[in-house]
């Protein structure tokens, strides 16, 4: 082998040593790359499941300190101050909305005071369109507008209807100036097996401007 062979044979095998180290850092690399993708992707993956698991848990959560799932939001309400007033109730606890409404709608207008003056002087108990499983509420909201100083007699029909036995009854109604009307005291009366928490007046009028904070704030008050 002359000089020339010899240098051609050894530049021969760096070109394939050079060869064999740059594809194997290619493929090292390509490997690296790989790697960082699944690492980028499980860390997101790992990402989206610790949000979607926290999210999870704040739901459970803010079920559970407020009892969301046991929770009824029963309502009577004939010109919807009262149904204004329960769903800023449900918008900040969450439970069941199940609005009270009469098998035959009350007559309109001026027709609607004698109608339910005399209803009330009569003792007369108007049947209630829909039902409602109350095996599965622990807490029961009941709210009104105030009639004649007292309870709409279809809150009566309510309460003659429902075991509220054992449960926790929080009452809430809207006025023109009655407040509770002595309400809250009536329905601690017909229901002496239930807890009575402290109900929230507000006059009908207000509930035109926002009333969300007032109502948040007694919601709070009573540990939700
Ligand atoms: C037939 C009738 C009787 C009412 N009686 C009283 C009353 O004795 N005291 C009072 O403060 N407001 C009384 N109001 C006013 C309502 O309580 C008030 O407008 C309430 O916000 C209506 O609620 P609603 O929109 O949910 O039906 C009476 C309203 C009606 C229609």
Do not use: C
């Not at 062979?5 to 850092?25: D, L």
């Not at 009639?147 to 023109?176: A, C, M, R």
């Not at 807890?195 to 948040?216: A, H, K, V, W, Y």
């Amino acid at each position: 082998m002359n000089k020339k062979t010899i240098i051609g044979i050894i530049i021969a095998v760096i070109i394939v040593i050079a060869a064999i180290v740059g594809y194997m850092m290619l493929g090292n690399n390509e490997e690296t790359s790989t790697n960082r993708q699944g690492t980028v992707n499980n860390s997101n993956t790992q990402t989206e499941n610790t949000t979607t698991v926290e999210n999870q848990n704040k739901t459970e959560n803010t079920n559970t300190s407020s009892n969301g799932n046991n929770i009824l939001i029963a309502y009577f309400s004939e010109t919807g101050n009262t149904e204004k007033f329960a769903n800023i109730i449900q918008g900040q606890i969450g439970g069941d909305l199940f609005k009270i409404e009469p098998v035959n709608p009350y007559p309109q207008g001026e027709e609607l005071f004698d109608y339910t003056k005399e209803e009330q002087d009569n003792n007369v108990l108007p049947e209630i369109k829909e039902t409602v499983d109350i095996s599965k509420y622990d807490t029961v909201f009941i709210g009104y507008p105030i009639w004649w100083y007292e309870v709409p007699q279809i809150i009566k029909t309510f309460l003659n209807q429902y075991d509220l036995s054992g449960k926790t009854i929080i009452p809430f109604n809207t006025h023109e100036g009655s407040g509770d009307g002595g309400t809250y005291e009536y329905i601690e009366e017909q229901e002496p097996n239930a807890t009575i928490l402290e109900g929230l007046p507000i006059r009908g009028g207000n509930m035109e401007s926002d009333q969300t904070s007032i109502i948040s704030n007694w919601l709070n008050e009573l540990g939700f």
